[in-house]
């Protein structure tokens, strides 16, 4: 048994290395993936059996309790009193109740489930909805109590399970993984700056190194844009420069005190 847990739990690992939102919608989707045969199978069945049971218990429980209420209505009756108290009417609209809907349960659950492919493309779609949804409320909602639950799973899982019991150090994976994985994003999704509105019309100059005395090897106006190579530096006078790339392909150094992002 500890076996087959150390097993899921190396299944956690890949799922770690994942940014936090992907990492809760794919964790989402796969367990309501996982539910679906026991909402479809298991839970019917379960609900059939104990349809019959309570059918059954209701039904011994309420006829020594109906015979001790005719007695009694019989006794009233010689009494000359023909009135039903409400108690008895009430409890009598009570027992009629569970057997008609531990009935009607039973019929219904012994039914084959129909469409059963439509309901599985319901069931993926109803997956597909709730990994978009619940990593946005989680990550925007950050003292929710549903996050905070999360949070201490995430952290049980990742630290107790992984690090402790099976002696892998996830942390330092972790670093690597999602800087690499923000390396690419820059490269497929580049950010582009151009000149705030203060230097749109004086322009700005690109130079070869990150600094005010260095060459100037292009020069930018107006809405001429820039792209950002992921790559910053600051001098000795405390000015954040960045590397950029032209439209023509000239790479250089530009102040951050002159561009804004697009």
Known sequence: METILQQLYW???????????????????????????????????????????????????????????????????????????????????????????????????????????????????????????????????????YSRTWDRFDKWMTEEKVQNDLGFDIKNYQGTFLAKVDEVSAKVNPKEYTLTDQYKTSGGNIRANPTLDAKIVAAIIKDDTVTYLDEQKTDNSGITWLKVETKTGKTGWISGRIVQEK
């Open 11 to 145: 299944l956690w690992v890949p799922l770690a290395l994942l940014p936090i939102w992907l990492r809760i919608a794919i964790f989402t989707f796969i367990m309501i993936i996982l539910m679906r045969p026991i909402l479809f199978h298991l839970a019917p069945r379960l609900i059939h059996w104990g349809s019959i049971l309570l059918h059954k218990a209701v039904y011994y429980f309420s006829y020594p309790v109906m015979v001790l209420f005719h007695r009694m209505l019989t006794k009233r009756r010689n009494q000359g009193d023909y009135s039903i108290p409400s108690w008895i009417e009430g409890t009598e609209e009570i027992f009629a109740f569970l057997l008609t809907t531990s009935s009607k349960t039973e019929t219904i659950t012994k039914k084959r489930t129909r469409n059963k492919a439509k309901w599985k493309r319901t069931f993926r779609l109803v997956g597909f909805v709730l990994a978009i949804l619940l990593p946005l409320a989680i990550i925007n909602n950050p003292t929710s109590s």
